[in-house]
């Protein structure tokens, strides 16, 4: 994937179509400058014994309800030639997503990926899900 959204990526920030309050999965934009920020200002806080708040947010069904045709269209929004949407968008059809547990990954030692099935978990395997909507996450089996 990186040979496909390498360039595209590389053609977002050439163009600042990405926001700059985005720092995921961006070159010379790591994590560590906003938890560096995070940590100054509660030492600041701590230092003049003041109160400091702060919120999170996870939007709830974010990312694994879009319709894939929606997604497909936002990458074209972004300029990404239709057939490497659609390219993009086809690549994890028919795979089988399983959520990499504890017990997924106990399994995945010991049997490989004989060990992901749709059947319910057992002692045995480790139960995945064929994807419908969304954005793909996790490890997904062809």
Same mark, same amino acid.
């Given at each position: 994937m990186g040979i496909i959204v390498g360039p *595209?990526?590389?053609r977002w920030e050439l163009e600042f179509s990405l926001s700059n309050k985005r720092y995921g999965f961006r070159r010379s934009r @790591?994590?560590?400058a906003p938890i560096a920020q995070v940590i100054d200002a509660l030492e600041e806080a701590e230092e003049s014994a003041t109160e400091i708040h702060g919120s999170s947010e996870d939007i709830r069904r974010a990312f694994d309800s879009v319709p894939k045709s929606i997604l497909t269209m936002s990458w074209e929004g #972004?300029?990404?030639?239709r057939y490497v949407?659609?390219?993009i968008? !086809?690549? !994890?059809?028919g795979c089988l997503a399983v959520p *990499?547990?504890?017990h997924a990954k106990q399994l995945f030692h010991l049997a490989g #990926? @004989?060990?992901f099935t749709i059947d319910l978990s057992s002692n045995t395997n @480790?139960?995945?899900f064929h994807g419908v909507t969304g954005t793909s996450q996790g490890v997904h089996l062809g």
């Open positions: *595209i990526t590389a @790591s994590k560590e #972004l300029e990404v030639p949407a659609d390219y968008f !086809n690549l !994890n059809r *990499i547990t504890h #990926l @004989s060990a @480790s139960r995945g």
